[in-house]
């Protein structure tokens, strides 16, 4: 297939695969001279620019949407399903915003700005949208309405004309309107090979604007393999509509070449974004059998079609009240305040916990000594017999008081490092009630009484320090002895040692000492 520069007729080749069928259908040829002139142009109502009303001009090669809109049995159908579905109901409202929005007296002011030996045209700013919302939508947080701005664009009804995520933002960042065309309403399903056709022709312009992104390089790459065998007519189809593309007027290529942009972003998303155009299959099966309910087993009405031969109708939902609405508010208030910790934040600290304990992992370093189970090597089993603690155990201690209370040795060291400062009733408090929550169910009404005359009742020898609230919790708790009586009083003097006494520790000459010691007979040894 051939196509002929100048005045000689253009082949374009339109396409349409579906899935498992492994033949092209039947090429469409048409002349580029003779169809220019049928399709419907529309001047634009902002700036005088030309944009397309209708299916785009077939002439011009743009891609074969007007092959997807026939074969999609014309967009919505003729049964009205389609008018009905969860999806349209929101496009419906969508486009109502948008068309105030692109009111000639009322609406968001289109101009064109001029740039560094350049124009843009027919663009707006995302401040000027959140504003608009915030006076015609009687909007008065503009937070909402850049939730409800962020939304419509993630739709595609405007769209960043130089980002491919498609979000808003109140600053200066310039948007444009979608062609209706494009809106997500014309039912529009295209194809992987009509994506292949369009990445394939942003590769033959030499333009900086048009340069592919990572992820569609790796997209186009990933197509190029899957349509191996079809490539060579995939790059002919994309070459034709490339070269009518350099035919079109300036400024109107570059409006059209960032809507298809947009329209792709919708349908292709870049990876992380979340794809509008999915139907969730529970509201469209809700809204087609609304009344087709079973009664569940524990008294849930589920919108699924029922087993038995009877139907339960499902009761009519009670309105809520003024009272109850306000609870609900005020409810969905105090979650908005909660502290959540952002994803961004939980992964560095995980990373951050991975690198701190790398060298004790044996997966990832290579123990030292090595594991005698699986060496010949007894080194560890020398270790184990003397009872002191190596470098790399000395050092564990430092990264937070669990390493140290969980560790045999380290509870033997710090309680040694508070008997040296006469606090170490505190540590013999919190080893006692870990000891009774491990003890025989006989024994506990007698070791609570224990541990309560020696840390907490009035003149005891080892008098704690813990606040009221805990006090009298204990106190309630021992009346009825459990192995979970001391349990307020246990994390508060855990609080307790962890800012005040454990950090003293680690600072000690008892503990540096420690740790140098460790050092040196490490470098003895070799």
Not at 168 to 196: I, M, V
Not at 332 to 341: F, G, I, P, S, Y
Not at 478 to 489: H, L
Request: charged share 30%; net charge neutral; with cysteine.
């Amino acid at each position: 297939m051939r196509v002929h520069g100048g005045g000689a007729p253009v082949l374009l080749s339109s396409i349409v695969w579906r899935r498992g069928e492994e033949r092209h259908r039947a090429f469409d040829i048409l002349n580029a001279k003779d169809q220019a002139s049928t399709s419907a142009r529309i001047q634009d109502s902002y700036n005088g620019l030309r944009v397309f009303s209708g299916a785009p001009d077939v002439s011009c090669g743009r891609f074969t949407y007007w092959i997807m809109a026939q074969t999609n049995s014309g967009g919505q159908g003729t049964n009205g399903v389609a008018d009905e579905s969860p999806n349209m109901i929101v496009y419906r409202k969508m486009e109502e915003v948008i068309a105030h929005m692109q009111d000639e007296k009322n609406g968001i002011p289109i101009r064109t700005v001029k740039s560094f030996l350049t124009k843009i045209p027919s663009v707006f700013s995302g401040s000027e949208i959140v504003q608009w919302m915030i006076k015609n939508l009687d909007i008065e947080d503009q937070v909402e309405a850049l939730h409800l701005g962020t939304l419509m664009a993630a739709h595609g009804y405007f769209f960043p004309i130089s980002d491919h995520v498609l979000t808003l933002k109140d600053d200066g960042t310039f948007y444009r309107f979608q062609t209706p065309y494009f809106w997500p309403s014309n039912c529009w399903e295209p194809e992987n090979t009509d994506y292949a056709v369009y990445l394939c022709k942003r590769t033959m312009q030499n333009k900086a604007r048009l340069e592919l992104a990572d992820y569609e390089a790796e997209s186009l790459a990933r197509l190029q393999r899957a349509f191996a065998r079809k490539w060579e007519f995939i790059f002919m189809q994309a070459e034709a509509q490339a070269k009518v593309d350099k035919k079109r007027d300036k400024i109107e290529r570059k409006i059209l070449d960032s809507q298809e942009r947009a329209f792709w972003d919708v349908h292709r998303p870049v990876p992380g974004c979340v794809n509008t155009t999915e139907v969730d299959i529970k509201k469209s099966s809700r809204m087609k059998n609304p009344h087709k309910t079973r009664k569940s087993v524990y008294g849930l009405q589920n919108d699924i079609r029922t087993h038995s031969p009877t139907h339960t109708p499902a009761p009519e939902a009670k309105q809520p009240t003024e009272e109850e609405l306000q609870e609900q508010i005020a409810f969905w208030q105090l979650q908005l305040d909660r502290h959540r910790l952002k994803m961004s934040k939980v992964a560095e600290s995980l990373l951050g916990y991975t690198e701190q304990y790398i060298e004790y992992d044996p997966f990832l370093t290579p123990p030292d000594p090595s594991n005698p189970w699986i060496s010949d090597d007894a080194t560890l089993w020398e270790l184990e017999a003397s009872k002191e603690p190596g470098q790399q155990r000395v050092k564990r201690w430092a990264f937070g008081i669990d390493e140290v209370l969980k560790d045999p040795v380290g509870r033997e060291q710090f309680l040694k490092f508070l008997e040296s400062e006469f606090s170490s009733e505190n540590l013999r408090f919190w080893l006692a009630v870990q000891e009774l929550k491990k003890r025989p169910i006989r024994e506990v009404p007698t070791r609570v009484q224990e541990i309560w005359q020696e840390f907490l009742a009035p003149g005891a020898p080892s008098a704690i320090n813990v606040d009221s609230k805990s006090y009298d919790k204990t106190t309630q708790n021992v009346k009825d002895p459990g192995r979970y009586a001391f349990e307020d009083a246990q994390e508060h003097i855990y609080k307790l040692m962890k800012s005040d006494s454990y950090s003293r520790f680690i600072r000690s000459s008892a503990y540096q000492e420690l740790l140098q010691a460790k050092k040196k007979k490490s470098k003895n040894l070799f």
